[in-house]
């Protein structure tokens, strides 16, 4: 594992502008692995120039050609495989077999996805007497979080080359090293200098500039509700486009009649995978009355499974492990009912939270409103199947979710009600085609499949 020690812009590996180094720290053991430049406005200037330099180039590059660049890279990222999981076990702490099957494995099949899009996506239509033409948006500032840190990478490099559009990434600065293998592969594939550009840093430097920088026509923000306003109200001022994927508080509804053991069982699997950060995780059970406390031990004995250390890593940071623990000790504090885990730390050494499942939450409980990011589970009681809809939709939340029914058709039913972007019915595979993102406060746009790459796109009318 080697750290740059500075950004890749236009094509090649450039000295930063400042001095300042982040430290990149293993949250399993708290030791440092490695250093990275903390980019300044004006390595963000740079990129966003160079960006702005190879536009015109690549916008009309034919989208077969696209398409061939976009496939090259998938493949180098297939072949690199087992160097960029034990990267992102490295600076993440997840457990080694989830960084090759979802760290390392997941973005290979998105990538896949749009160099099949770029080929076939149709850029141009008839409409009466008019052609219209879908283009693309020009330059992409990409800000992504550390939770997923190469799927959330390629769900917005991979679409915006696709589109035609040249992009300058911030990645999140606990996980640059995986930001970095990426920039490796786009110039092993072979992509035109410029095309992609990275700036490592922090938010509140690297992350604001390039948000703000006046060259950017879209910035694509994946993180916190708080910081995906103050983008919004940014690019707002700037008549700029955006695409925000922000908080979730998703419930996992059992509804009456349900095989109430496979829907504990994957939901606590859900909530628990990636330490509980996952912005779509399942945080909220919803049972019916008469099943509540078969459920309730079906869980307890489920999340005993998840041994820190071993399948359940720790989380990213110690900021992160303090701000779990405090909603633990609030669960407790408003009475929920503790029926595993706690807040105290489960070893002496790394960023670990023990998994926590809390039972006798009511709705209007903190941890069943506010986003906790931890391996933190709330079981809520419903009463009828409208009352449990009342509790589904009752957060400023609305990113995913799942409903189990007796069969298909009466989960379907519920899930048109649910006021979320995207819901699994009865255990629904991941599909990588299939937009997502969300409702209310959970963000603005889509990403994956051509829903994602429409958000790079903008549209021109042509009249004969």
């Known amino acids: 594992m080697k750290a740059h020690d500075g950004m890749y812009i236009g094509g090649e590996w450039r000295p930063a502008a400042g001095p300042d180094t982040i430290a990149v720290v293993n949250p399993a053991d708290e030791q440092v692995i490695g250093h990275v430049p903390a980019g300044t406005a004006e390595d963000v200037d740079a990129a966003v120039r160079a960006a702005r330099a190879a536009f015109p180039g690549w916008a009309a590059t034919p989208p077969a050609e696209r398409a061939g660049r ?27 077999p989830l960084s090759q099957a979802v760290h390392a494995g997941v973005p290979v099949l998105v990538a896949g996805s749009y160099a099949e899009l770029a080929a076939s996506y149709a850029f141009e239509e008839k409409l009466g007497n008019s052609t219209v033409l879908l283009e693309p948006v020009g330059v992409v500032g990409a800000i992504t979080p550390w939770n997923y840190p190469l799927h959330q990478i390629v769900a917005k490099v991979a679409p915006a080359l696709a589109a035609g559009c040249t992009v300058v990434l ?14 490796e592969a786009v110039h092993e594939a072979g992509l035109p200098a410029g095309v992609f550009n990275l700036v490592t840093g922090i938010g509140a430097v690297a992350g604001q500039a390039l948000s703000e920088h006046e060259g950017v026509d879209l910035v694509s923000f994946t993180g916190s509700t708080a910081v995906g306003r103050r983008i919004g109200a940014t690019a707002g001022a700037a008549v700029k486009r955006v695409a925000l994927e922000l908080g ?9 009649g349900a095989d109430l053991a496979k829907a504990v069982n994957v939901g606590v699997a859900n909530v628990m995978s990636n330490s509980g950060q996952t912005c779509s995780a399942w945080t909220r059970m919803l049972v019916d009355a008469e099943r509540y406390e078969e459920a309730v031990a079906l ?42 885990g706690g807040p ?18 009511t709705p209007d409980m903190t941890i069943a409103q506010e986003e906790i990011f931890g391996p933190v589970l709330s079981i809520l009681r419903y009463e009828d199947v409208d009352d449990a809809l009342r509790i589904a939709n009752g957060t400023v939340y609305g990113l995913a979710g799942a409903v189990w029914g007796a069969d298909d058709e009466e989960a379907v039913a519920f899930a048109r009600r649910m006021d979320t972007g995207q819901v699994d019915i009865n255990g629904g595979r991941f599909n990588p085609l299939a937009p997502f993102g969300g409702y209310k406060q959970s963000g603005v746009g889509r990403e994956l499949g051509p829903h994602g790459l429409s958000e790079y796109l903008q549209t021109k009318s042509l009249q004969f």
Do not use: C, H, M, W
């Open 70 to 96: 976009i496939a090259a890279l998938r493949d180098v990222l297939a072949a690199r495989k087992d160097e960029i999981a034990g990267t992102v076990t490295a600076e993440l702490g997840s457990p080694l």
């Open 170 to 183: 911030k990645p999140a600065e606990d996980t640059p090293l995986t930001a970095q293998l990426f920039a």
């Open 248 to 256: 979730g508080k998703s419930a996992n509804v059992i509804l009456p």
């Open 299 to 340: 869980a307890a004995t489920a999340v005993a499974k998840y041994v820190p250390g071993e399948r359940i890593g720790p989380v990213v940071n110690a900021e992160q492990q303090a701000r779990v623990r405090g909603y633990i000790e609030k669960g407790v504090e408003e009475g929920a009912r503790l029926v595993a």
């Open 344 to 361: 105290e730390a489960p070893r002496d050494q790394g960023y670990y939270v023990s998994p926590t499942v809390f039972a006798d939450v």
